[in-house]
């Protein structure tokens, strides 16, 4: 039966059982000093008969019934969000899931570069359900290669509300969890992290901004593993240039082919990562000093810029962006 239907059904079972026919309560009027009762699809009714106290649990046995049934088709928080995302207009959240609030989650977008047939679902559900012991998290599979994941914040920070000087913990958390999906199935992941929302009438605006940041992963497939949308990022700024612009700006520079080395390009975005330094930049490529020195002196004689000096540093950073944009959108 159509669920629409089915509810219809249980309401009309409901006013045949006290005999008195159900009333909307609607969204913008002042709710009635009778009792008032919540439908799966977020609808409000009310009677205008006193109930007794056996007539008002028996309605509220009913309907829960209905909640039920509901549940059980497939209506759950994980349904009820997709269908938010993907565009469409759902009920309102049920009752039967009120009680869940986001506020002391983190959105966390992950995507694998290996679709699902690397994994099965329900190994990788059980291995979040593992990961996060005391709290479990809600799980959104929206395709083969996104997961959306709402982790609970006190799991990862050790506390219930996120401030921006627990991004260093929350970092090396979603570190851990990066290292477990390689662990134990292989995957190599990305993953996109946004501040919690306050309640899911936020969900649009939090959704926007993890797709604008999935794009730029998309896009310049850079050796980051972990971005977060609360800093504006050179890459967005970048992907507003037109083809014929980006083309234009590249020719300008004299030997660029050593930047296009793949070799080449690791070595300087490690480099960049960490600060300019050389001796960690040696140490995190297993490369002696004297050799990761010889390389930007190699770039130095092809493009006159020298990448120990942070001007340069900047503008290669800039050029390799480029590149790398330049060559997803071919």
Known sequence: MNPWNREQERVKQVERIIGAKAKRVEPSQREPDGP?????????????VVLSEREHALVQCLLRGEAAHAVKRGKTLQDW???VLEGENPLPLSEHFSHL???????????FEQGSSFFVKEDLSALFDTYFSEQKPWLIELNEREWLVFAPLREWIGADVFTFEAEELLLQAANGLQGALADEFGLKTNMVLTTPISSWEQLPGMWKRLVQVR?????????????????????????QLDRKAITAFLEEIPGLTILKEAEMQKTIDMFLRLDL???????????HRNTLLYRFDRVKQETGLDVRRFADAMLIKVILLMLKHHETRR
């Not at 330094?277 to 490369?287: D, I, P, W, Y």
């Open 101 to 111: 609030h986001p506020s002391d989650r983190i959105p966390a977008l992950l995507l």
């Open 215 to 239: 794009e730029v992963v998309c896009s310049f497939r850079t050796e980051q593993a972990i971005w977060v949308t609360w800093k504006p990022r050179l890459e967005r700024l970048l992907m």
């Open 81 to 83: 969000i997709k269908a």
């Open 277 to 287: 330094n050389v001796s960690e930049t040696a140490r995190h490529l297993f490369l």
């Open 36 to 48: 008032v009762f919540q439908l799966p699809s977020g609808k409000k009714i009310t009677f205008d």
